[in-house]
């Protein structure tokens, strides 16, 4: 029974910590947009690790994969199981302060190809750590699949093709797109609250000043303020989160007036996606002038969108002679639309026809408008 119950153990814990991995090995920069999460400073204050979460989320994806394949193929077990163990102990206080503190909504577990709350979240590192400590006080059942030579292949091989995946999706797209505005979504539609959808449930939160102290009362409270109390601010909390679509931050501004319905109602619109200008790659923007004039060529209307400032848009469109409309968009909503700065999508009628990245413009389609 204890050997049955070890190989289960080495079989859910490997196969789901490839899986994990792999997922988000296949959009490394979403999971490192998720460790600036933990690493801000509304967080854990940890700046200083901001400009290495990509290294520091392939490094972890990776580990993921290799771990997994270590544990099925029964590669130096004492070292693969402490390797886990660490891991998912680190993991379950990631998860448990989110859902304690309630800073950071979702784990990234699965990247944007499943989303879990917090605290479903800390509930799967938990089952984990349960596997695995199976696993640990039970090390003499897990024996090795292969000869050594074999089992070293293995390992050298899994390394290098996640260190190869991990490459291609940085410079081109993920090898499958799960986030909201894939190719073939239609933005207008994914925008839509139903109406027999269920609403927020909202409370109104009062900040007062009490003894130096700023405390929060409900407005129940409010007949019962201590004395002295000086009111600071008016807030709302979400008691119970109702619908919300799978789009809801897409909202495009030129000159400060509201676009994006008139962008969304077009027939062929090029699209050119640099949620930060001043941190775009400089030969992805060099190219984007020619790209422009076959467009305009053919019929499209082309616009840039970015996050960025009204100064840093203007010293953008001065330097690369951009000729074309450059919408403000919230940076965020920008990095979940494509990962590349600069990227390039077309809409037809709202509707995601083609993504690329900019090392492959020269693929994008652009039909003559008739077409």
Known sequence: MKNFITQFSRLFV??????????KLN???????????????????????????????????????????????GYKT??????????????????FYSAYFDVVKDCGCFGDALHLTPWQSFSKDLILLFFILILFYNQKYIKPLFSNKIQNILVLLSLVLCSFMGYWVLNHLPLK?????????????SMEIPDSAPKSVV??????????????FTEKDLMNLPEGAEFVDRKDKIIVQGYQPPIHDFKLELDGNDQTQLILSKDKTLLIVAYDLEKANVDGLKKINDLYKNAIAKGYYVALLTGSSADVIANAKKKYNFAFDCLFCDATALKTIERANPSFFILNYGTVTQKVHYNDSNDLKLYPINE
């Open 14 to 23: 490997g196969i789901l910590f490839i899986i994990s991995g792999l997922i």
């Open 27 to 73: 959009d490394p920069l979403g999971f490192s947009y998720k460790l600036d999460e933990y690493f801000s400073e509304s967080v854990f204050n940890m700046p200083v690790f901001i400009p290495y979460t990509l290294a520091i989320a392939l490094f972890l994806v990776i580990l993921e994969v290799v771990l997994g394949v270590l544990l099925l193929i």
């Open 78 to 95: 004492k070292g693969t199981i402490w390797s886990l163990l660490l891991l998912v102990i680190l993991f379950s206080f990631l998860t």
């Open 177 to 189: 797109d799960f986030r909201p505005y894939k190719i073939g979504t239609n933005i207008k539609k």
């Open 203 to 216: 409370e109104m939160v009062f900040i007062y000043k009490v003894n130096g102290v700023d405390k929060e």
